[in-house]
């Protein structure tokens, strides 16, 4: 594109990654936050010329999206749909399926990706406008153009929320990954439960560090024993497989997590694993061993993830094969004292069996905290690539890095690094923008922003090598060389938290 050339100039020095913005879930915004100046973003075309539709630059065709089962039975289906040519069939079946809004058959079903993608353009140009995030409206719409491009070419892509719910409601939930804390009050493991349901209900997925809860082999204040942590998983799983993600036929996206300290984490490690034999036996008597089917769909726990937080001392303790003791959640004095070899071979045999529990690794976690002075990390979402405060949550989006290799087989940085800042900046004005499913508590009325970079959209293989690797390397694996990329200094990706006020923490960084 003509104005290449001055993108070029004007980003020199700058490093581009493909980053998650982070809002708090426990905030329903009213209205967006203040400018800080007056200014607005200047944003500069990169992949388009001005008049030009970028949906008018490609081929379209019509196409049948059919999906089938494991037994050949037809679970979905939708025919003369819009497609672009150069789109795969896998790509229609998802996109139709999933993200294609109202019932099939009816007048105001969608049937064209220029619906799907210009609702959720159109719906984020117009918060843009609102908020007056750009220098001019010559600027809002070179962005608006650049954004539509990346993704009908396939550039980006963001996560399932946004497809699932912008350009239908005021202020849609649009943020992926959360995490929700919970207290040891019936209040708030009841609160847990609608929060989480809420959260499946318009497409998203949570995680939650159950440790508060006490144990159940510890009395409650008015007599008897407490229920535990796991006896509540149940409730939270039987909620989470019969809330279809975001109105969908996936399953919802949930993880659970207990510290190794916690007097129940034996029961823990053990829930799914005696689940799993409670699905083999019905198998055994005929049951439907698929994933859908009657077996797994009699049993708990199958829909979440389940880790067992693990600290350096424990580690220390497994390698010198010492003891490890578990402590009362309420008095904190010492329950059960194990050998942490022993609980360390409990974690891996039942991960054998069924998948579960992993585990994360507290102290090194909370030693890569990018906020350190402001609470520990707890916990994380469902996937784990998202480790932050409770409470929280995670916008992703993705880059498809094979976009950006070009028909010499180099991988081209300007362009990459320019749909970095496209989809980020959206991802701005979908945060200041977006709903969250619990009331706005007095401490919380603006959104909390994470400057939160993860590398959601590097899933290609050998993506990290695209950045990393030598042109040997890059011969070896059959991957395009980068060509003329410098490393750069650690810079902010963009002007926007000069523009529109950073993260609070941020300014609170641990030395």
């Known amino acids: 594109m003509k104005e290449r050339a001055a993108f070029q100039a004007a980003s020199a020095g700058q490093q581009t990654v493909e980053t998650g913005g982070a809002a708090s879930s426990y905030v329903e915004v009213d209205k967006p936050r203040a400018k800080k100046t007056a200014a607005g973003l200047a944003f500069t075309r990169f992949f388009t010329e001005p008049g030009v539709d970028p949906f008018d630059e490609i081929e379209w065709e019509l196409r049948a999206a059919v999906i089938g089962n494991e037994r050949g039975e037809v679970v979905f289906e939708q025919r003369d749909v819009e497609i672009p040519k150069s789109w795969s069939q896998q790509a229609t079946n998802i996109v139709v399926s999933k993200y294609f809004r109202g019932q099939i058959g009816a007048p105001e079903r969608e049937h064209s990706v220029k619906q799907l993608i210009g609702r959720v353009v159109s719906t984020i140009t117009d918060w843009a406008r609102s908020n007056k995030y750009f220098a001019s409206e010559e600027d809002l719409l070179a962005f608006s153009a650049d954004l539509k491009h990346i993704l009908v070419y396939q550039k980006a892509a963001f996560n399932s929320p946004v497809w699932f719910n912008c350009g239908f409601e005021k202020a849609p939930q649009c943020s992926a990954c959360f995490i929700n804390s919970v207290q040891d009050t019936m209040d708030s493991i009841l ?3 609608r929060t989480e349901g809420m959260l499946f209900k318009f497409g998203s997925g949570t995680g939650t560090n159950l440790s508060p809860i006490r144990s159940a082999r510890e009395f409650l204040a008015g007599g008897g024993t407490a229920s535990g942590p796991v006896s509540f998983m149940k409730g939270y799983d039987a909620f989470a497989g019969v809330i279809k ?29 005696n689940e799993e034999k409670k699905a083999w036996a019905l198998i055994e008597q005929g049951y439907d061993p698929s994933f859908t089917g ?3 769909g009699s049993v708990f726990f199958q829909n979440a993830n389940h880790s067992v937080r693990v600290t350096d001392e424990f580690m220390q303790d497994v390698v010198n094969d010492r003891t490890w003791t578990t402590h009362s959640v ?31 690794y507290d102290t090194t976690i909370n030693d890569w905290h ?21 409470d929280t949550a995670c916008n992703l989006a993705s880059l498809n890095l094979m976009k950006f290799v070009g028909a010499d087989g180099e991988f081209d940085v300007d362009a990459y690094r320019f749909a970095a800042k496209v989809t980020i900046t959206a991802q701005e004005i979908l945060v200041d923008n977006a709903s969250y499913p619990t009331p706005a508590r007095a401490r919380l009325r603006e959104p909390r922003r994470a400057a939160h970079v993860t590398r959601p959209g590097l899933r290609l293989p050998g993506g990290s090598q695209l950045r990393r690797g030598s042109h040997g390397d890059h011969a070896r694996r059959g991957l395009p060389p980068v060509r003329g990329h410098r490393p750069r200094p650690r810079r902010p990706l963009h002007r926007v938290p000069q523009e529109r006020e950073a993260f609070p923490a941020g300014h609170r960084q641990a030395p």
């Open 191 to 193: 609160s847990l439960a």
């Open 245 to 273: 993600s975001g109105g969908k036929t996936r399953r919802a996206a949930k993880m659970v997590i207990l510290d190794a300290d916690h007097p129940d984490v034996v029961d823990f490690i053990d829930s799914k694993l």
């Open 294 to 296: 009657d077996a797994y």
């Open 330 to 360: 309420t008095t904190k004095e010492p329950v059960h004292t194990y050998k942490a070899k022993d609980l360390f071979r409990k974690m891996a045999d039942a991960a054998w069996v069924c998948g579960d529990p992993g585990i994360q």
């Open 370 to 390: 990018t906020s350190a002075n402001t609470a520990p990390i707890y916990a994380s979402n469902p996937c784990s690539e998202y480790m932050f405060l409770n």
